[in-house]
């Protein structure tokens, strides 16, 4: 009997023990809840998107209303340049390697390319009808371009600027975002509440995933192969599998979440929470939420610099650009 009890007390430790252990490894690191706001950069009029050019560690600012782009100094956080293009423009997307700017416009709707060197407008392209976003694949020099009106993305060259295919998808294609390392084009479709993954070789829909309520936005995370997408309607995130193309976990975040960045070097996702005027802070490599933390009124689009954990975000009707510094302790 005596052996049987010492038996049953040793396994109980192990268990105890296997137990710390793995929540040990489960426990998310602590999150450092930034000071709102560290700085802010005042702007001209109200953005309509930004970006970083992350070799020039610049942001570069398109007005909604008016047809300029400035660049912003990182370090000093100061107007570096300011240049004119035929008309505002709603979003902007960058090709690193080549360092050329692309810019939609919605009326009329057409393609700007602007050469970062000189900051100089050297194409336009016409479009056949409104777009509503854009992504570029810097390893293939294609730019991907949303139409929800027709249901198509456009294909565009990046040498010649002209459009040189037409991908069918989905019933309302509103945001796109290209997966280099497998050179995947992912669509958000709001009238189907579907996400498209498209092989960008063949230009064919090669799964169509599922999601929650109002899909707005996306983000892809590469190394892990995971889809993150902002269900409006549902106050969720969908977390997809790259590798099934199935969804594998749902976040609930706050109200309206839109805006996303995500920080590849410690693993961190920040959504804006539109609704709740709120920013989730996620640790992706465990698909779990650390906290939240407020971010005036109505944020939209971030952005984050990894080297400096900054992180930049704009608010609704707002002429300026906020920064915060976040950090995981």
Known sequence: ??????????????????????VKKASPPPFAVPDIVDATIPLEDVPADFLLNPKTRTLYVAYSQIPKVISVDLATRKVLNTFSVSQPASVLALNPETQLLYLLSLKPPFLQVVRLE????????????????LDVNPVTNRIYIAHPGDKTISVVDGRTHRTIDEIKVGSKPNRIAVDTSKNLIYAVDTGHDTV?????????VIATIPVESKPSNLVINPPAQRIYVANSQSNTLSVINGDTYTVEGILAVEEAPYGMALNLKNDILYVANQGSDTISVINSAMNRILTSFPAGRHPLKLIINPEANDLYFTNKGQPLISIVHVQVK
Do not use: D, G, W, Y
């Open 1 to 22: 009997m005596l052996p049987k009890i010492r038996f049953l007390a040793l396994l109980a430790a192990i268990l105890i023990f296997c137990q710390s252990c793995s």
């Open 118 to 133: 000189e900051n100089a407008l050297v194409a336009t392209l016409s479009l056949r009808s409104p777009p509503s976003h």
């Open 196 to 204: 498209s993954a498209i092989n960008a070789e063949n230009t064919r």
